[in-house]
């Protein structure tokens, strides 16, 4: 369907001629809308088809999922570790979860320190900062002082304002409708 509207196409590239290249890039995906995960993935992927080292640290999510996302990318190579235990609300032991995360940032720490990885995706991160498993300021200074060729990604609701503030790109997530609020459950392929 055809619609009057007063937007044109663009006639003028928007490519500006200051641009520069630069060795690597902080990326958050943040807001309470579907797709930080994915759209993460997604960098994944794109990295992966370069024939870059990735590593994706899951700070929530427990190696008992069986995501789609993580079979695929790691068949193409890149390094996985679901370090946490799944949802809080189904923890027994939130000392126990807390140490996961603080055992996974160690981990994710020393991989921007060695730049081991050209691609660094913290998925479900600023969660384990705003609830204070992990200091946002060391964040921060791992990331600030990381290895020149090691691209970030992190992503959850909530990016801490320091985080965002030392991100070169920072997505908001929108929740403008969502399956689940139907009722609908979460689907294999689309979801997970």
């Known amino acids: 369907m055809v619609t009057d509207s007063d937007d044109a ?5 928007p490519i500006r001629s200051e641009l520069r290249r630069v060795p690597s890039l902080v990326v958050v995906n943040t807001g309470d809308g579907k797709g930080k995960s994915t759209a993460a993935f997604g960098i994944a992927l794109r990295a992966l088809g370069r024939e ?4 994706v640290i899951q700070f929530l999510k427990s190696g008992d999922w069986k995501t789609g996302e993580e079979e695929m990318l790691t068949r193409l190579g890149a390094e996985w ?7 809080t609300w ?5 000392e126990s979860s807390k140490q996961l995360a603080i055992v996974a940032w160690r981990s994710a720490a020393e991989t921007l320190r060695t730049g081991s990885h050209e691609l660094l995706v913290l998925d479900e991160i600023t969660y384990a900062m705003t609830w204070g498993w992990i200091s946002t300021d060391e964040v921060v200074d791992a990331i600030s002082n990381r290895a020149p060729t090691v691209s970030v990604v992190l992503t959850g609701r909530n990016a801490p304002g320091a985080i965002v503030d030392i991100a070169d790109t920072v997505t908001t997530m929108v929740d403008t409708k ?3 609020h139907a009722g609908i459950a979460a689907k294999r392929g689309i979801d997970y």
């Open 52 to 55: 870059w080292r990735v590593r």
């Open 178 to 180: 969502h399956a689940y």
């Open 9 to 13: 196409p663009p006639t003028e590239s």
């Open 81 to 87: 570790w679901s370090a946490g235990d799944g949802f």
């Open 90 to 94: 189904d923890s027994t032991d939130m």
